[in-house]
């Protein structure tokens, strides 16, 4: 069994500024990936960041990366030069043998 | 390059009727999973479709079903609907074997909005 957690419903930040969102996951598998999806009001979900669980170094994909700590079982996102766009409900992932396990969300905003 | 489509797009039933949703998965895929969202929370896996066959299956009751094609697009079918049904269902797909490969990775629909009355 997985679980995810997401402890921030909301968060903000200003254009142009750094953002952190927190995950926290728990599993039994031995081999699982980590994963964050953006879903904007659109509905669609869009695959942010993918972190694979024995792989030590952390990922990072343009302005997006991830500090993943095994041991303590963390998953944050970090967003650098915060975008308009980039204003979406955020849900983290943990995914084994392609069953998804999703938290709750965090909800972020851009201020212009 | 088709990514994955889903129809329709929103659906209205009343409470005691049954639903079909279609997907048709990414061009090259060959497995499909599908998710149900309620309002405010995170996707909730229901179960997986390959070799038009159930692989896995979420905490959800047999009220729910699907089917896969040989040309691996799914349905997925949900009897004798409650309110608490409501919700935005999505689809995506998948490559099985890159299961072993690290490139695991779920390709997701745009969804179809169900709204039980």
């Known amino acids: 069994a997985q679980t995810v957690t997401q402890s921030q419903p909301e968060m903000s930040v200003q254009e142009a500024e750094t953002v952190t969102l927190s995950c926290t996951y728990d599993t039994s598998e031995s081999d699982y990936y980590l994963f964050w999806y953006k879903q904007p009001p659109s509905r669609q979900m869009i695959l942010v960041i993918r972190q694979e669980a024995y792989k030590q170094q952390n990922a990072t994909e343009n302005r997006f990366s991830v500090n993943f700590q095994k041991a303590a079982k963390s998953f944050s996102l970090k967003i650098s030069d915060s975008q308009l766009g980039d204003a979406a409900m955020y849900f983290c992932a943990c995914g084994s043998g392609d069953k998804l396990t999703f938290g709750t969300g965090t909800r972020l905003a851009v201020r212009p | 390059d088709a990514g994955v489509t889903q129809s329709p797009t929103h659906l209205i039933k009343t409470r005691g009727q049954q639903v079909t949703l279609r997907c048709s998965p990414k061009?090259?895929?060959?497995?499909v999973s599908w998710y149900q969202q309620a309002l405010g929370q995170g996707p909730q896996f229901i179960f997986q479709?390959?070799?038009?066959?159930?692989?896995q299956r979420g905490n959800f009751p047999d009220r729910f079903s699907g089917h896969q094609f040989p040309n691996y697009s799914s349905e997925l079918n949900v009897n004798a609907l409650l309110l608490g049904d409501s919700a935005l269902y999505l689809c995506?797909?998948?490559?099985?074997?890159?299961?072993?490969?690290?490139?695991?990775?779920?390709?997701f629909g745009p969804g179809t909005r169900l709204t039980v009355t």
């Open positions: 995506a797909s998948s490559l099985l074997e890159d299961r072993g490969t690290g490139k695991m990775e779920q390709y």
């Open positions: 061009s090259g895929h060959d497995t």
């Open positions: 479709y390959y070799e038009e066959e159930e692989r």
